[in-house]
C-alpha cells in the first residue's frame, strides 16, 4: 500500500516534458551558413554571425563566440539591469524622474533636449532608451541600475561569460579603450534577447514589458527593412565607426528566428545608407527571411529607402 503514492509520482515524473523537449539542441543548417558565407567573404572588416530557428534548434555560427564591440546594443543589458533593480523593490518603475543639465550628453537625443530640472516618467526614459536608442536616456539608466558594476553582476549571475558593460565601470579602462561602451558576442547578445522573448530574463512580467520595448524600434531601415512590416520583430541595433550591428527575433509565420551580426575593423567608416555594414546586415536578413519563409513573395516596396 505505500508503494502506490510512490508509483503515481512516477507516472507523474514521466509526464513532465524534459528540458530538452522544451529546449532543441542545437545543429547546424549546413545550407544557411552556406549562404551566409558567400555573403561575408568579400567583407572589408571582421564579421561575427550567430542564427536561431527557435522551433527547429537549428543555427548557424560564424565567429559567434568572438569578441565584438556592442554600440548601442549595450542598451539591452542596461534595460535588463533597471529591471532588475524594480523587480528588486529598489527601483519603483512608476516614479517620476527630474531631469538636470548634469546628465547631458551631446548629439541628437530626446532627453539631452529637456530643460533642466524637467520631470519625466521613468518608463518613457526606458522607452527612448531602446526606441530612440537615445544616449542620455541610456546614460542616466546605467546609473539608475546601479552602474555597470550590478549590470555586469547579473550579466554573470546568468551564464553571460563574454558580455560586459565597459564604460564608466571601474575596472574596465582597458576594456573600454578596445571595445568601448560594451563587449559581446553575437551569440550571447541573441540568447538574451531569446531569453527576454521567452520570460526567462529578471521575471516574467519584466520580461514581457522589456519585449514590448525592443517592438517599437525607430530605426528600421536595416535588418528590419527586410522583415514585412505586418510580422512583429524586437531588434536593437548599434554603430560606431568601425563597427555596425544589429540582433533581432522575427516573430515569423513558420517559427520564430533570432539572429545577430556584427561588423568591426570595417574599412567602411561612413554614415550613409550604404555603409558596408548596413548592407551586410540588410543582405543576412534578406537571406535569413526567403530561408525560413521560403514561400512568401514579399519584397520591400521600391523606392522606400527614401523615406
Aim: glycine share 6%; charged share 20%.
Amino acid at each position: 500500500m505505500r508503494l502506490l503514492p510512490l508509483f503515481t509520482g512516477f507516472l507523474f515524473l514521466l509526464c513532465l516534458p524534459s528540458v530538452a523537449q522544451q529546449v532543441p539542441k542545437e545543429k547546424t543548417d549546413r545550407q544557411l551558413t552556406q549562404k551566409l558565407l558567400a555573403l561575408t567573404k568579400d567583407f572589408k572588416g571582421d564579421v561575427g554571425i550567430y542564427v536561431r530557428h527557435l522551433k527547429s534548434g537549428k543555427t548557424v555560427a560564424i565567429n559567434a563566440d568572438t569578441l565584438f564591440p556592442t554600440a548601442s546594443m549595450i542598451k539591452v543589458p542596461i534595460m535588463v539591469g533597471v529591471f532588475d533593480k524594480m523587480e528588486r523593490g529598489e527601483l519603483d518603475p512608476k516614479t517620476t524622474l527630474r531631469y538636470r543639465d548634469s546628465l547631458y550628453y551631446a548629439g541628437e537625443d530626446i532627453v539631452g533636449n529637456f530643460k533642466d530640472s524637467s520631470t519625466v516618467a521613468l518608463g518613457k526614459i526606458q522607452m527612448l532608451s531602446i526606441t530612440t536608442s537615445d544616449n542620455t536616456a541610456s546614460l542616466w539608466l546605467q546609473q539608475l541600475a546601479g552602474t555597470g558594476t550590478a549590470i555586469n553582476m547579473w550579466l554573470e549571475k546568468n551564464g553571460f561569460t563574454h558580455t560586459r558593460m565597459n564604460s564608466r565601470t571601474p575596472g574596465r579602462r582597458s576594456n573600454w579603450e578596445k571595445y568601448g561602451w560594451g563587449q559581446t558576442t553575437p551569440r550571447e547578445m541573441a540568447t538574451l534577447v531569446t531569453m527576454i522573448r521567452e520570460g526567462q530574463a529578471v521575471s516574467a512580467a519584466a520580461s514581457e514589458r522589456m519585449y514590448r520595448n525592443l517592438g517599437r524600434i525607430y530605426v528600421d531601415d536595416i535588418a528590419l527593412s527586410q522583415i514585412p512590416p505586418n510580422v512583429h520583430t524586437a531588434s536593437k541595433q548599434g554603430a560606431v565607426n568601425r563597427s555596425r550591428s544589429e540582433v533581432v527575433l522575427v516573430n515569423a509565420p513558420h517559427g520564430d528566428y533570432v539572429f545577430c551580426i556584427i561588423t568591426k575593423n570595417q574599412q567602411d567608416e561612413s554614415w550613409n545608407y550604404n555603409n558596408a555594414g548596413y548592407a551586410l546586415i540588410r543582405a543576412v536578413s534578406k537571406t535569413l527571411w526567403q530561408h525560413f519563409e521560403p514561400k512568401s513573395d514579399w519584397k520591400p516596396a521600391p523606392g522606400v529607402e527614401k523615406y
